[in-house]
T-cell receptor
């Protein structure tokens, strides 16, 4: 089974600053998809950004961008101009492109935004 | 409005009393899945279904059952709940294509005493 590792249980950032959340994964597959989900205190799971492994270009969604390093099996999330509403738990997730049957999630990073 | 609906949102019950958590989606998604979320462990997949009458085990299926008789519904059944099944549970759905992200329900907080 694939494993997804988030080595930072907690992170904090000053409002308006930039923060990077780390994610690494272990797989022998060459084709897969990676996701970042946000879980605010309301506990909803909200998709933040998605990356296809076959694409070299890093995905970007407004203030959110990723640094995808396929050889290193790394998929970090950068949040620019942090806002109070960014405070949440962030989960990294992996899905195989071949089978697509299972999603694998990391253990999460709790982000605090300091006013 | 496109959504995944779970019921109940909260439940406190006792060991051994059978319970069902319902999940319904209105997006005509083929793929549906159940997760449990525990502190420090993230989300772990319990069961998933690729389509009607097709279900398979995830990483932590012990103590759970599912069924997929209709495309929109995917109930999670705990035949004989135990305290170690106290957790936050999420149902999710997506289109079958593997690049599709999942849409999650709002979660069900289960406490087994």
């Amino acid at each position: 089974a694939q494993t997804v590792t988030q080595s930072q249980p907690e992170m904090s950032v000053q409002e308006a600053e930039t923060v990077t959340l780390s994610c690494t994964y272990d797989t022998s597959e060459s084709d897969y998809y990676l996701f970042w989900y946000k879980q605010p205190p309301s506990r909803q799971m909200i998709l933040v950004i998605r990356q296809e492994a076959y694409k070299q270009q890093n995905a970007t969604e407004n203030r959110f961008s990723v640094n995808f390093q396929k050889a290193a099996k790394s998929f970090s999330l950068k949040i620019s101009d942090s806002q109070l509403g960014d405070a949440a738990m962030y989960f990294c997730a992996y899905r195989s492109a071949n089978t697509g049957n299972q999603f694998y999630f990391g253990t999460g990073t709790s982000l605090t935004v300091i006013p | 409005e496109a959504q995944v609906t779970q019921n109940p949102r909260y439940l406190i019950t006792v060991t051994g009393k059978k319970l069902t958590v319902t999940c319904s989606q209105n997006m005509n998604h083929e793929y549906m899945s159940w997760y449990r979320q525990d502190p420090g462990l993230g989300l772990r997949q319990i069961y998933y279904s690729m389509n009607v009458e097709v279900t398979d085990k995830g990483d932590v299926p012990e103590g759970y059952k599912v069924s997929r008789k209709e495309k929109r519904n995917f109930p999670l059944i705990l035949e004989s709940p135990s305290p170690n099944q106290t957790s936050l549970y999420f149902c999710a759905s997506s289109l079958s294509q593997t690049y599709q992200p999942q849409h999650f329900g709002d979660g069900t907080r289960l406490s087994i005493l």
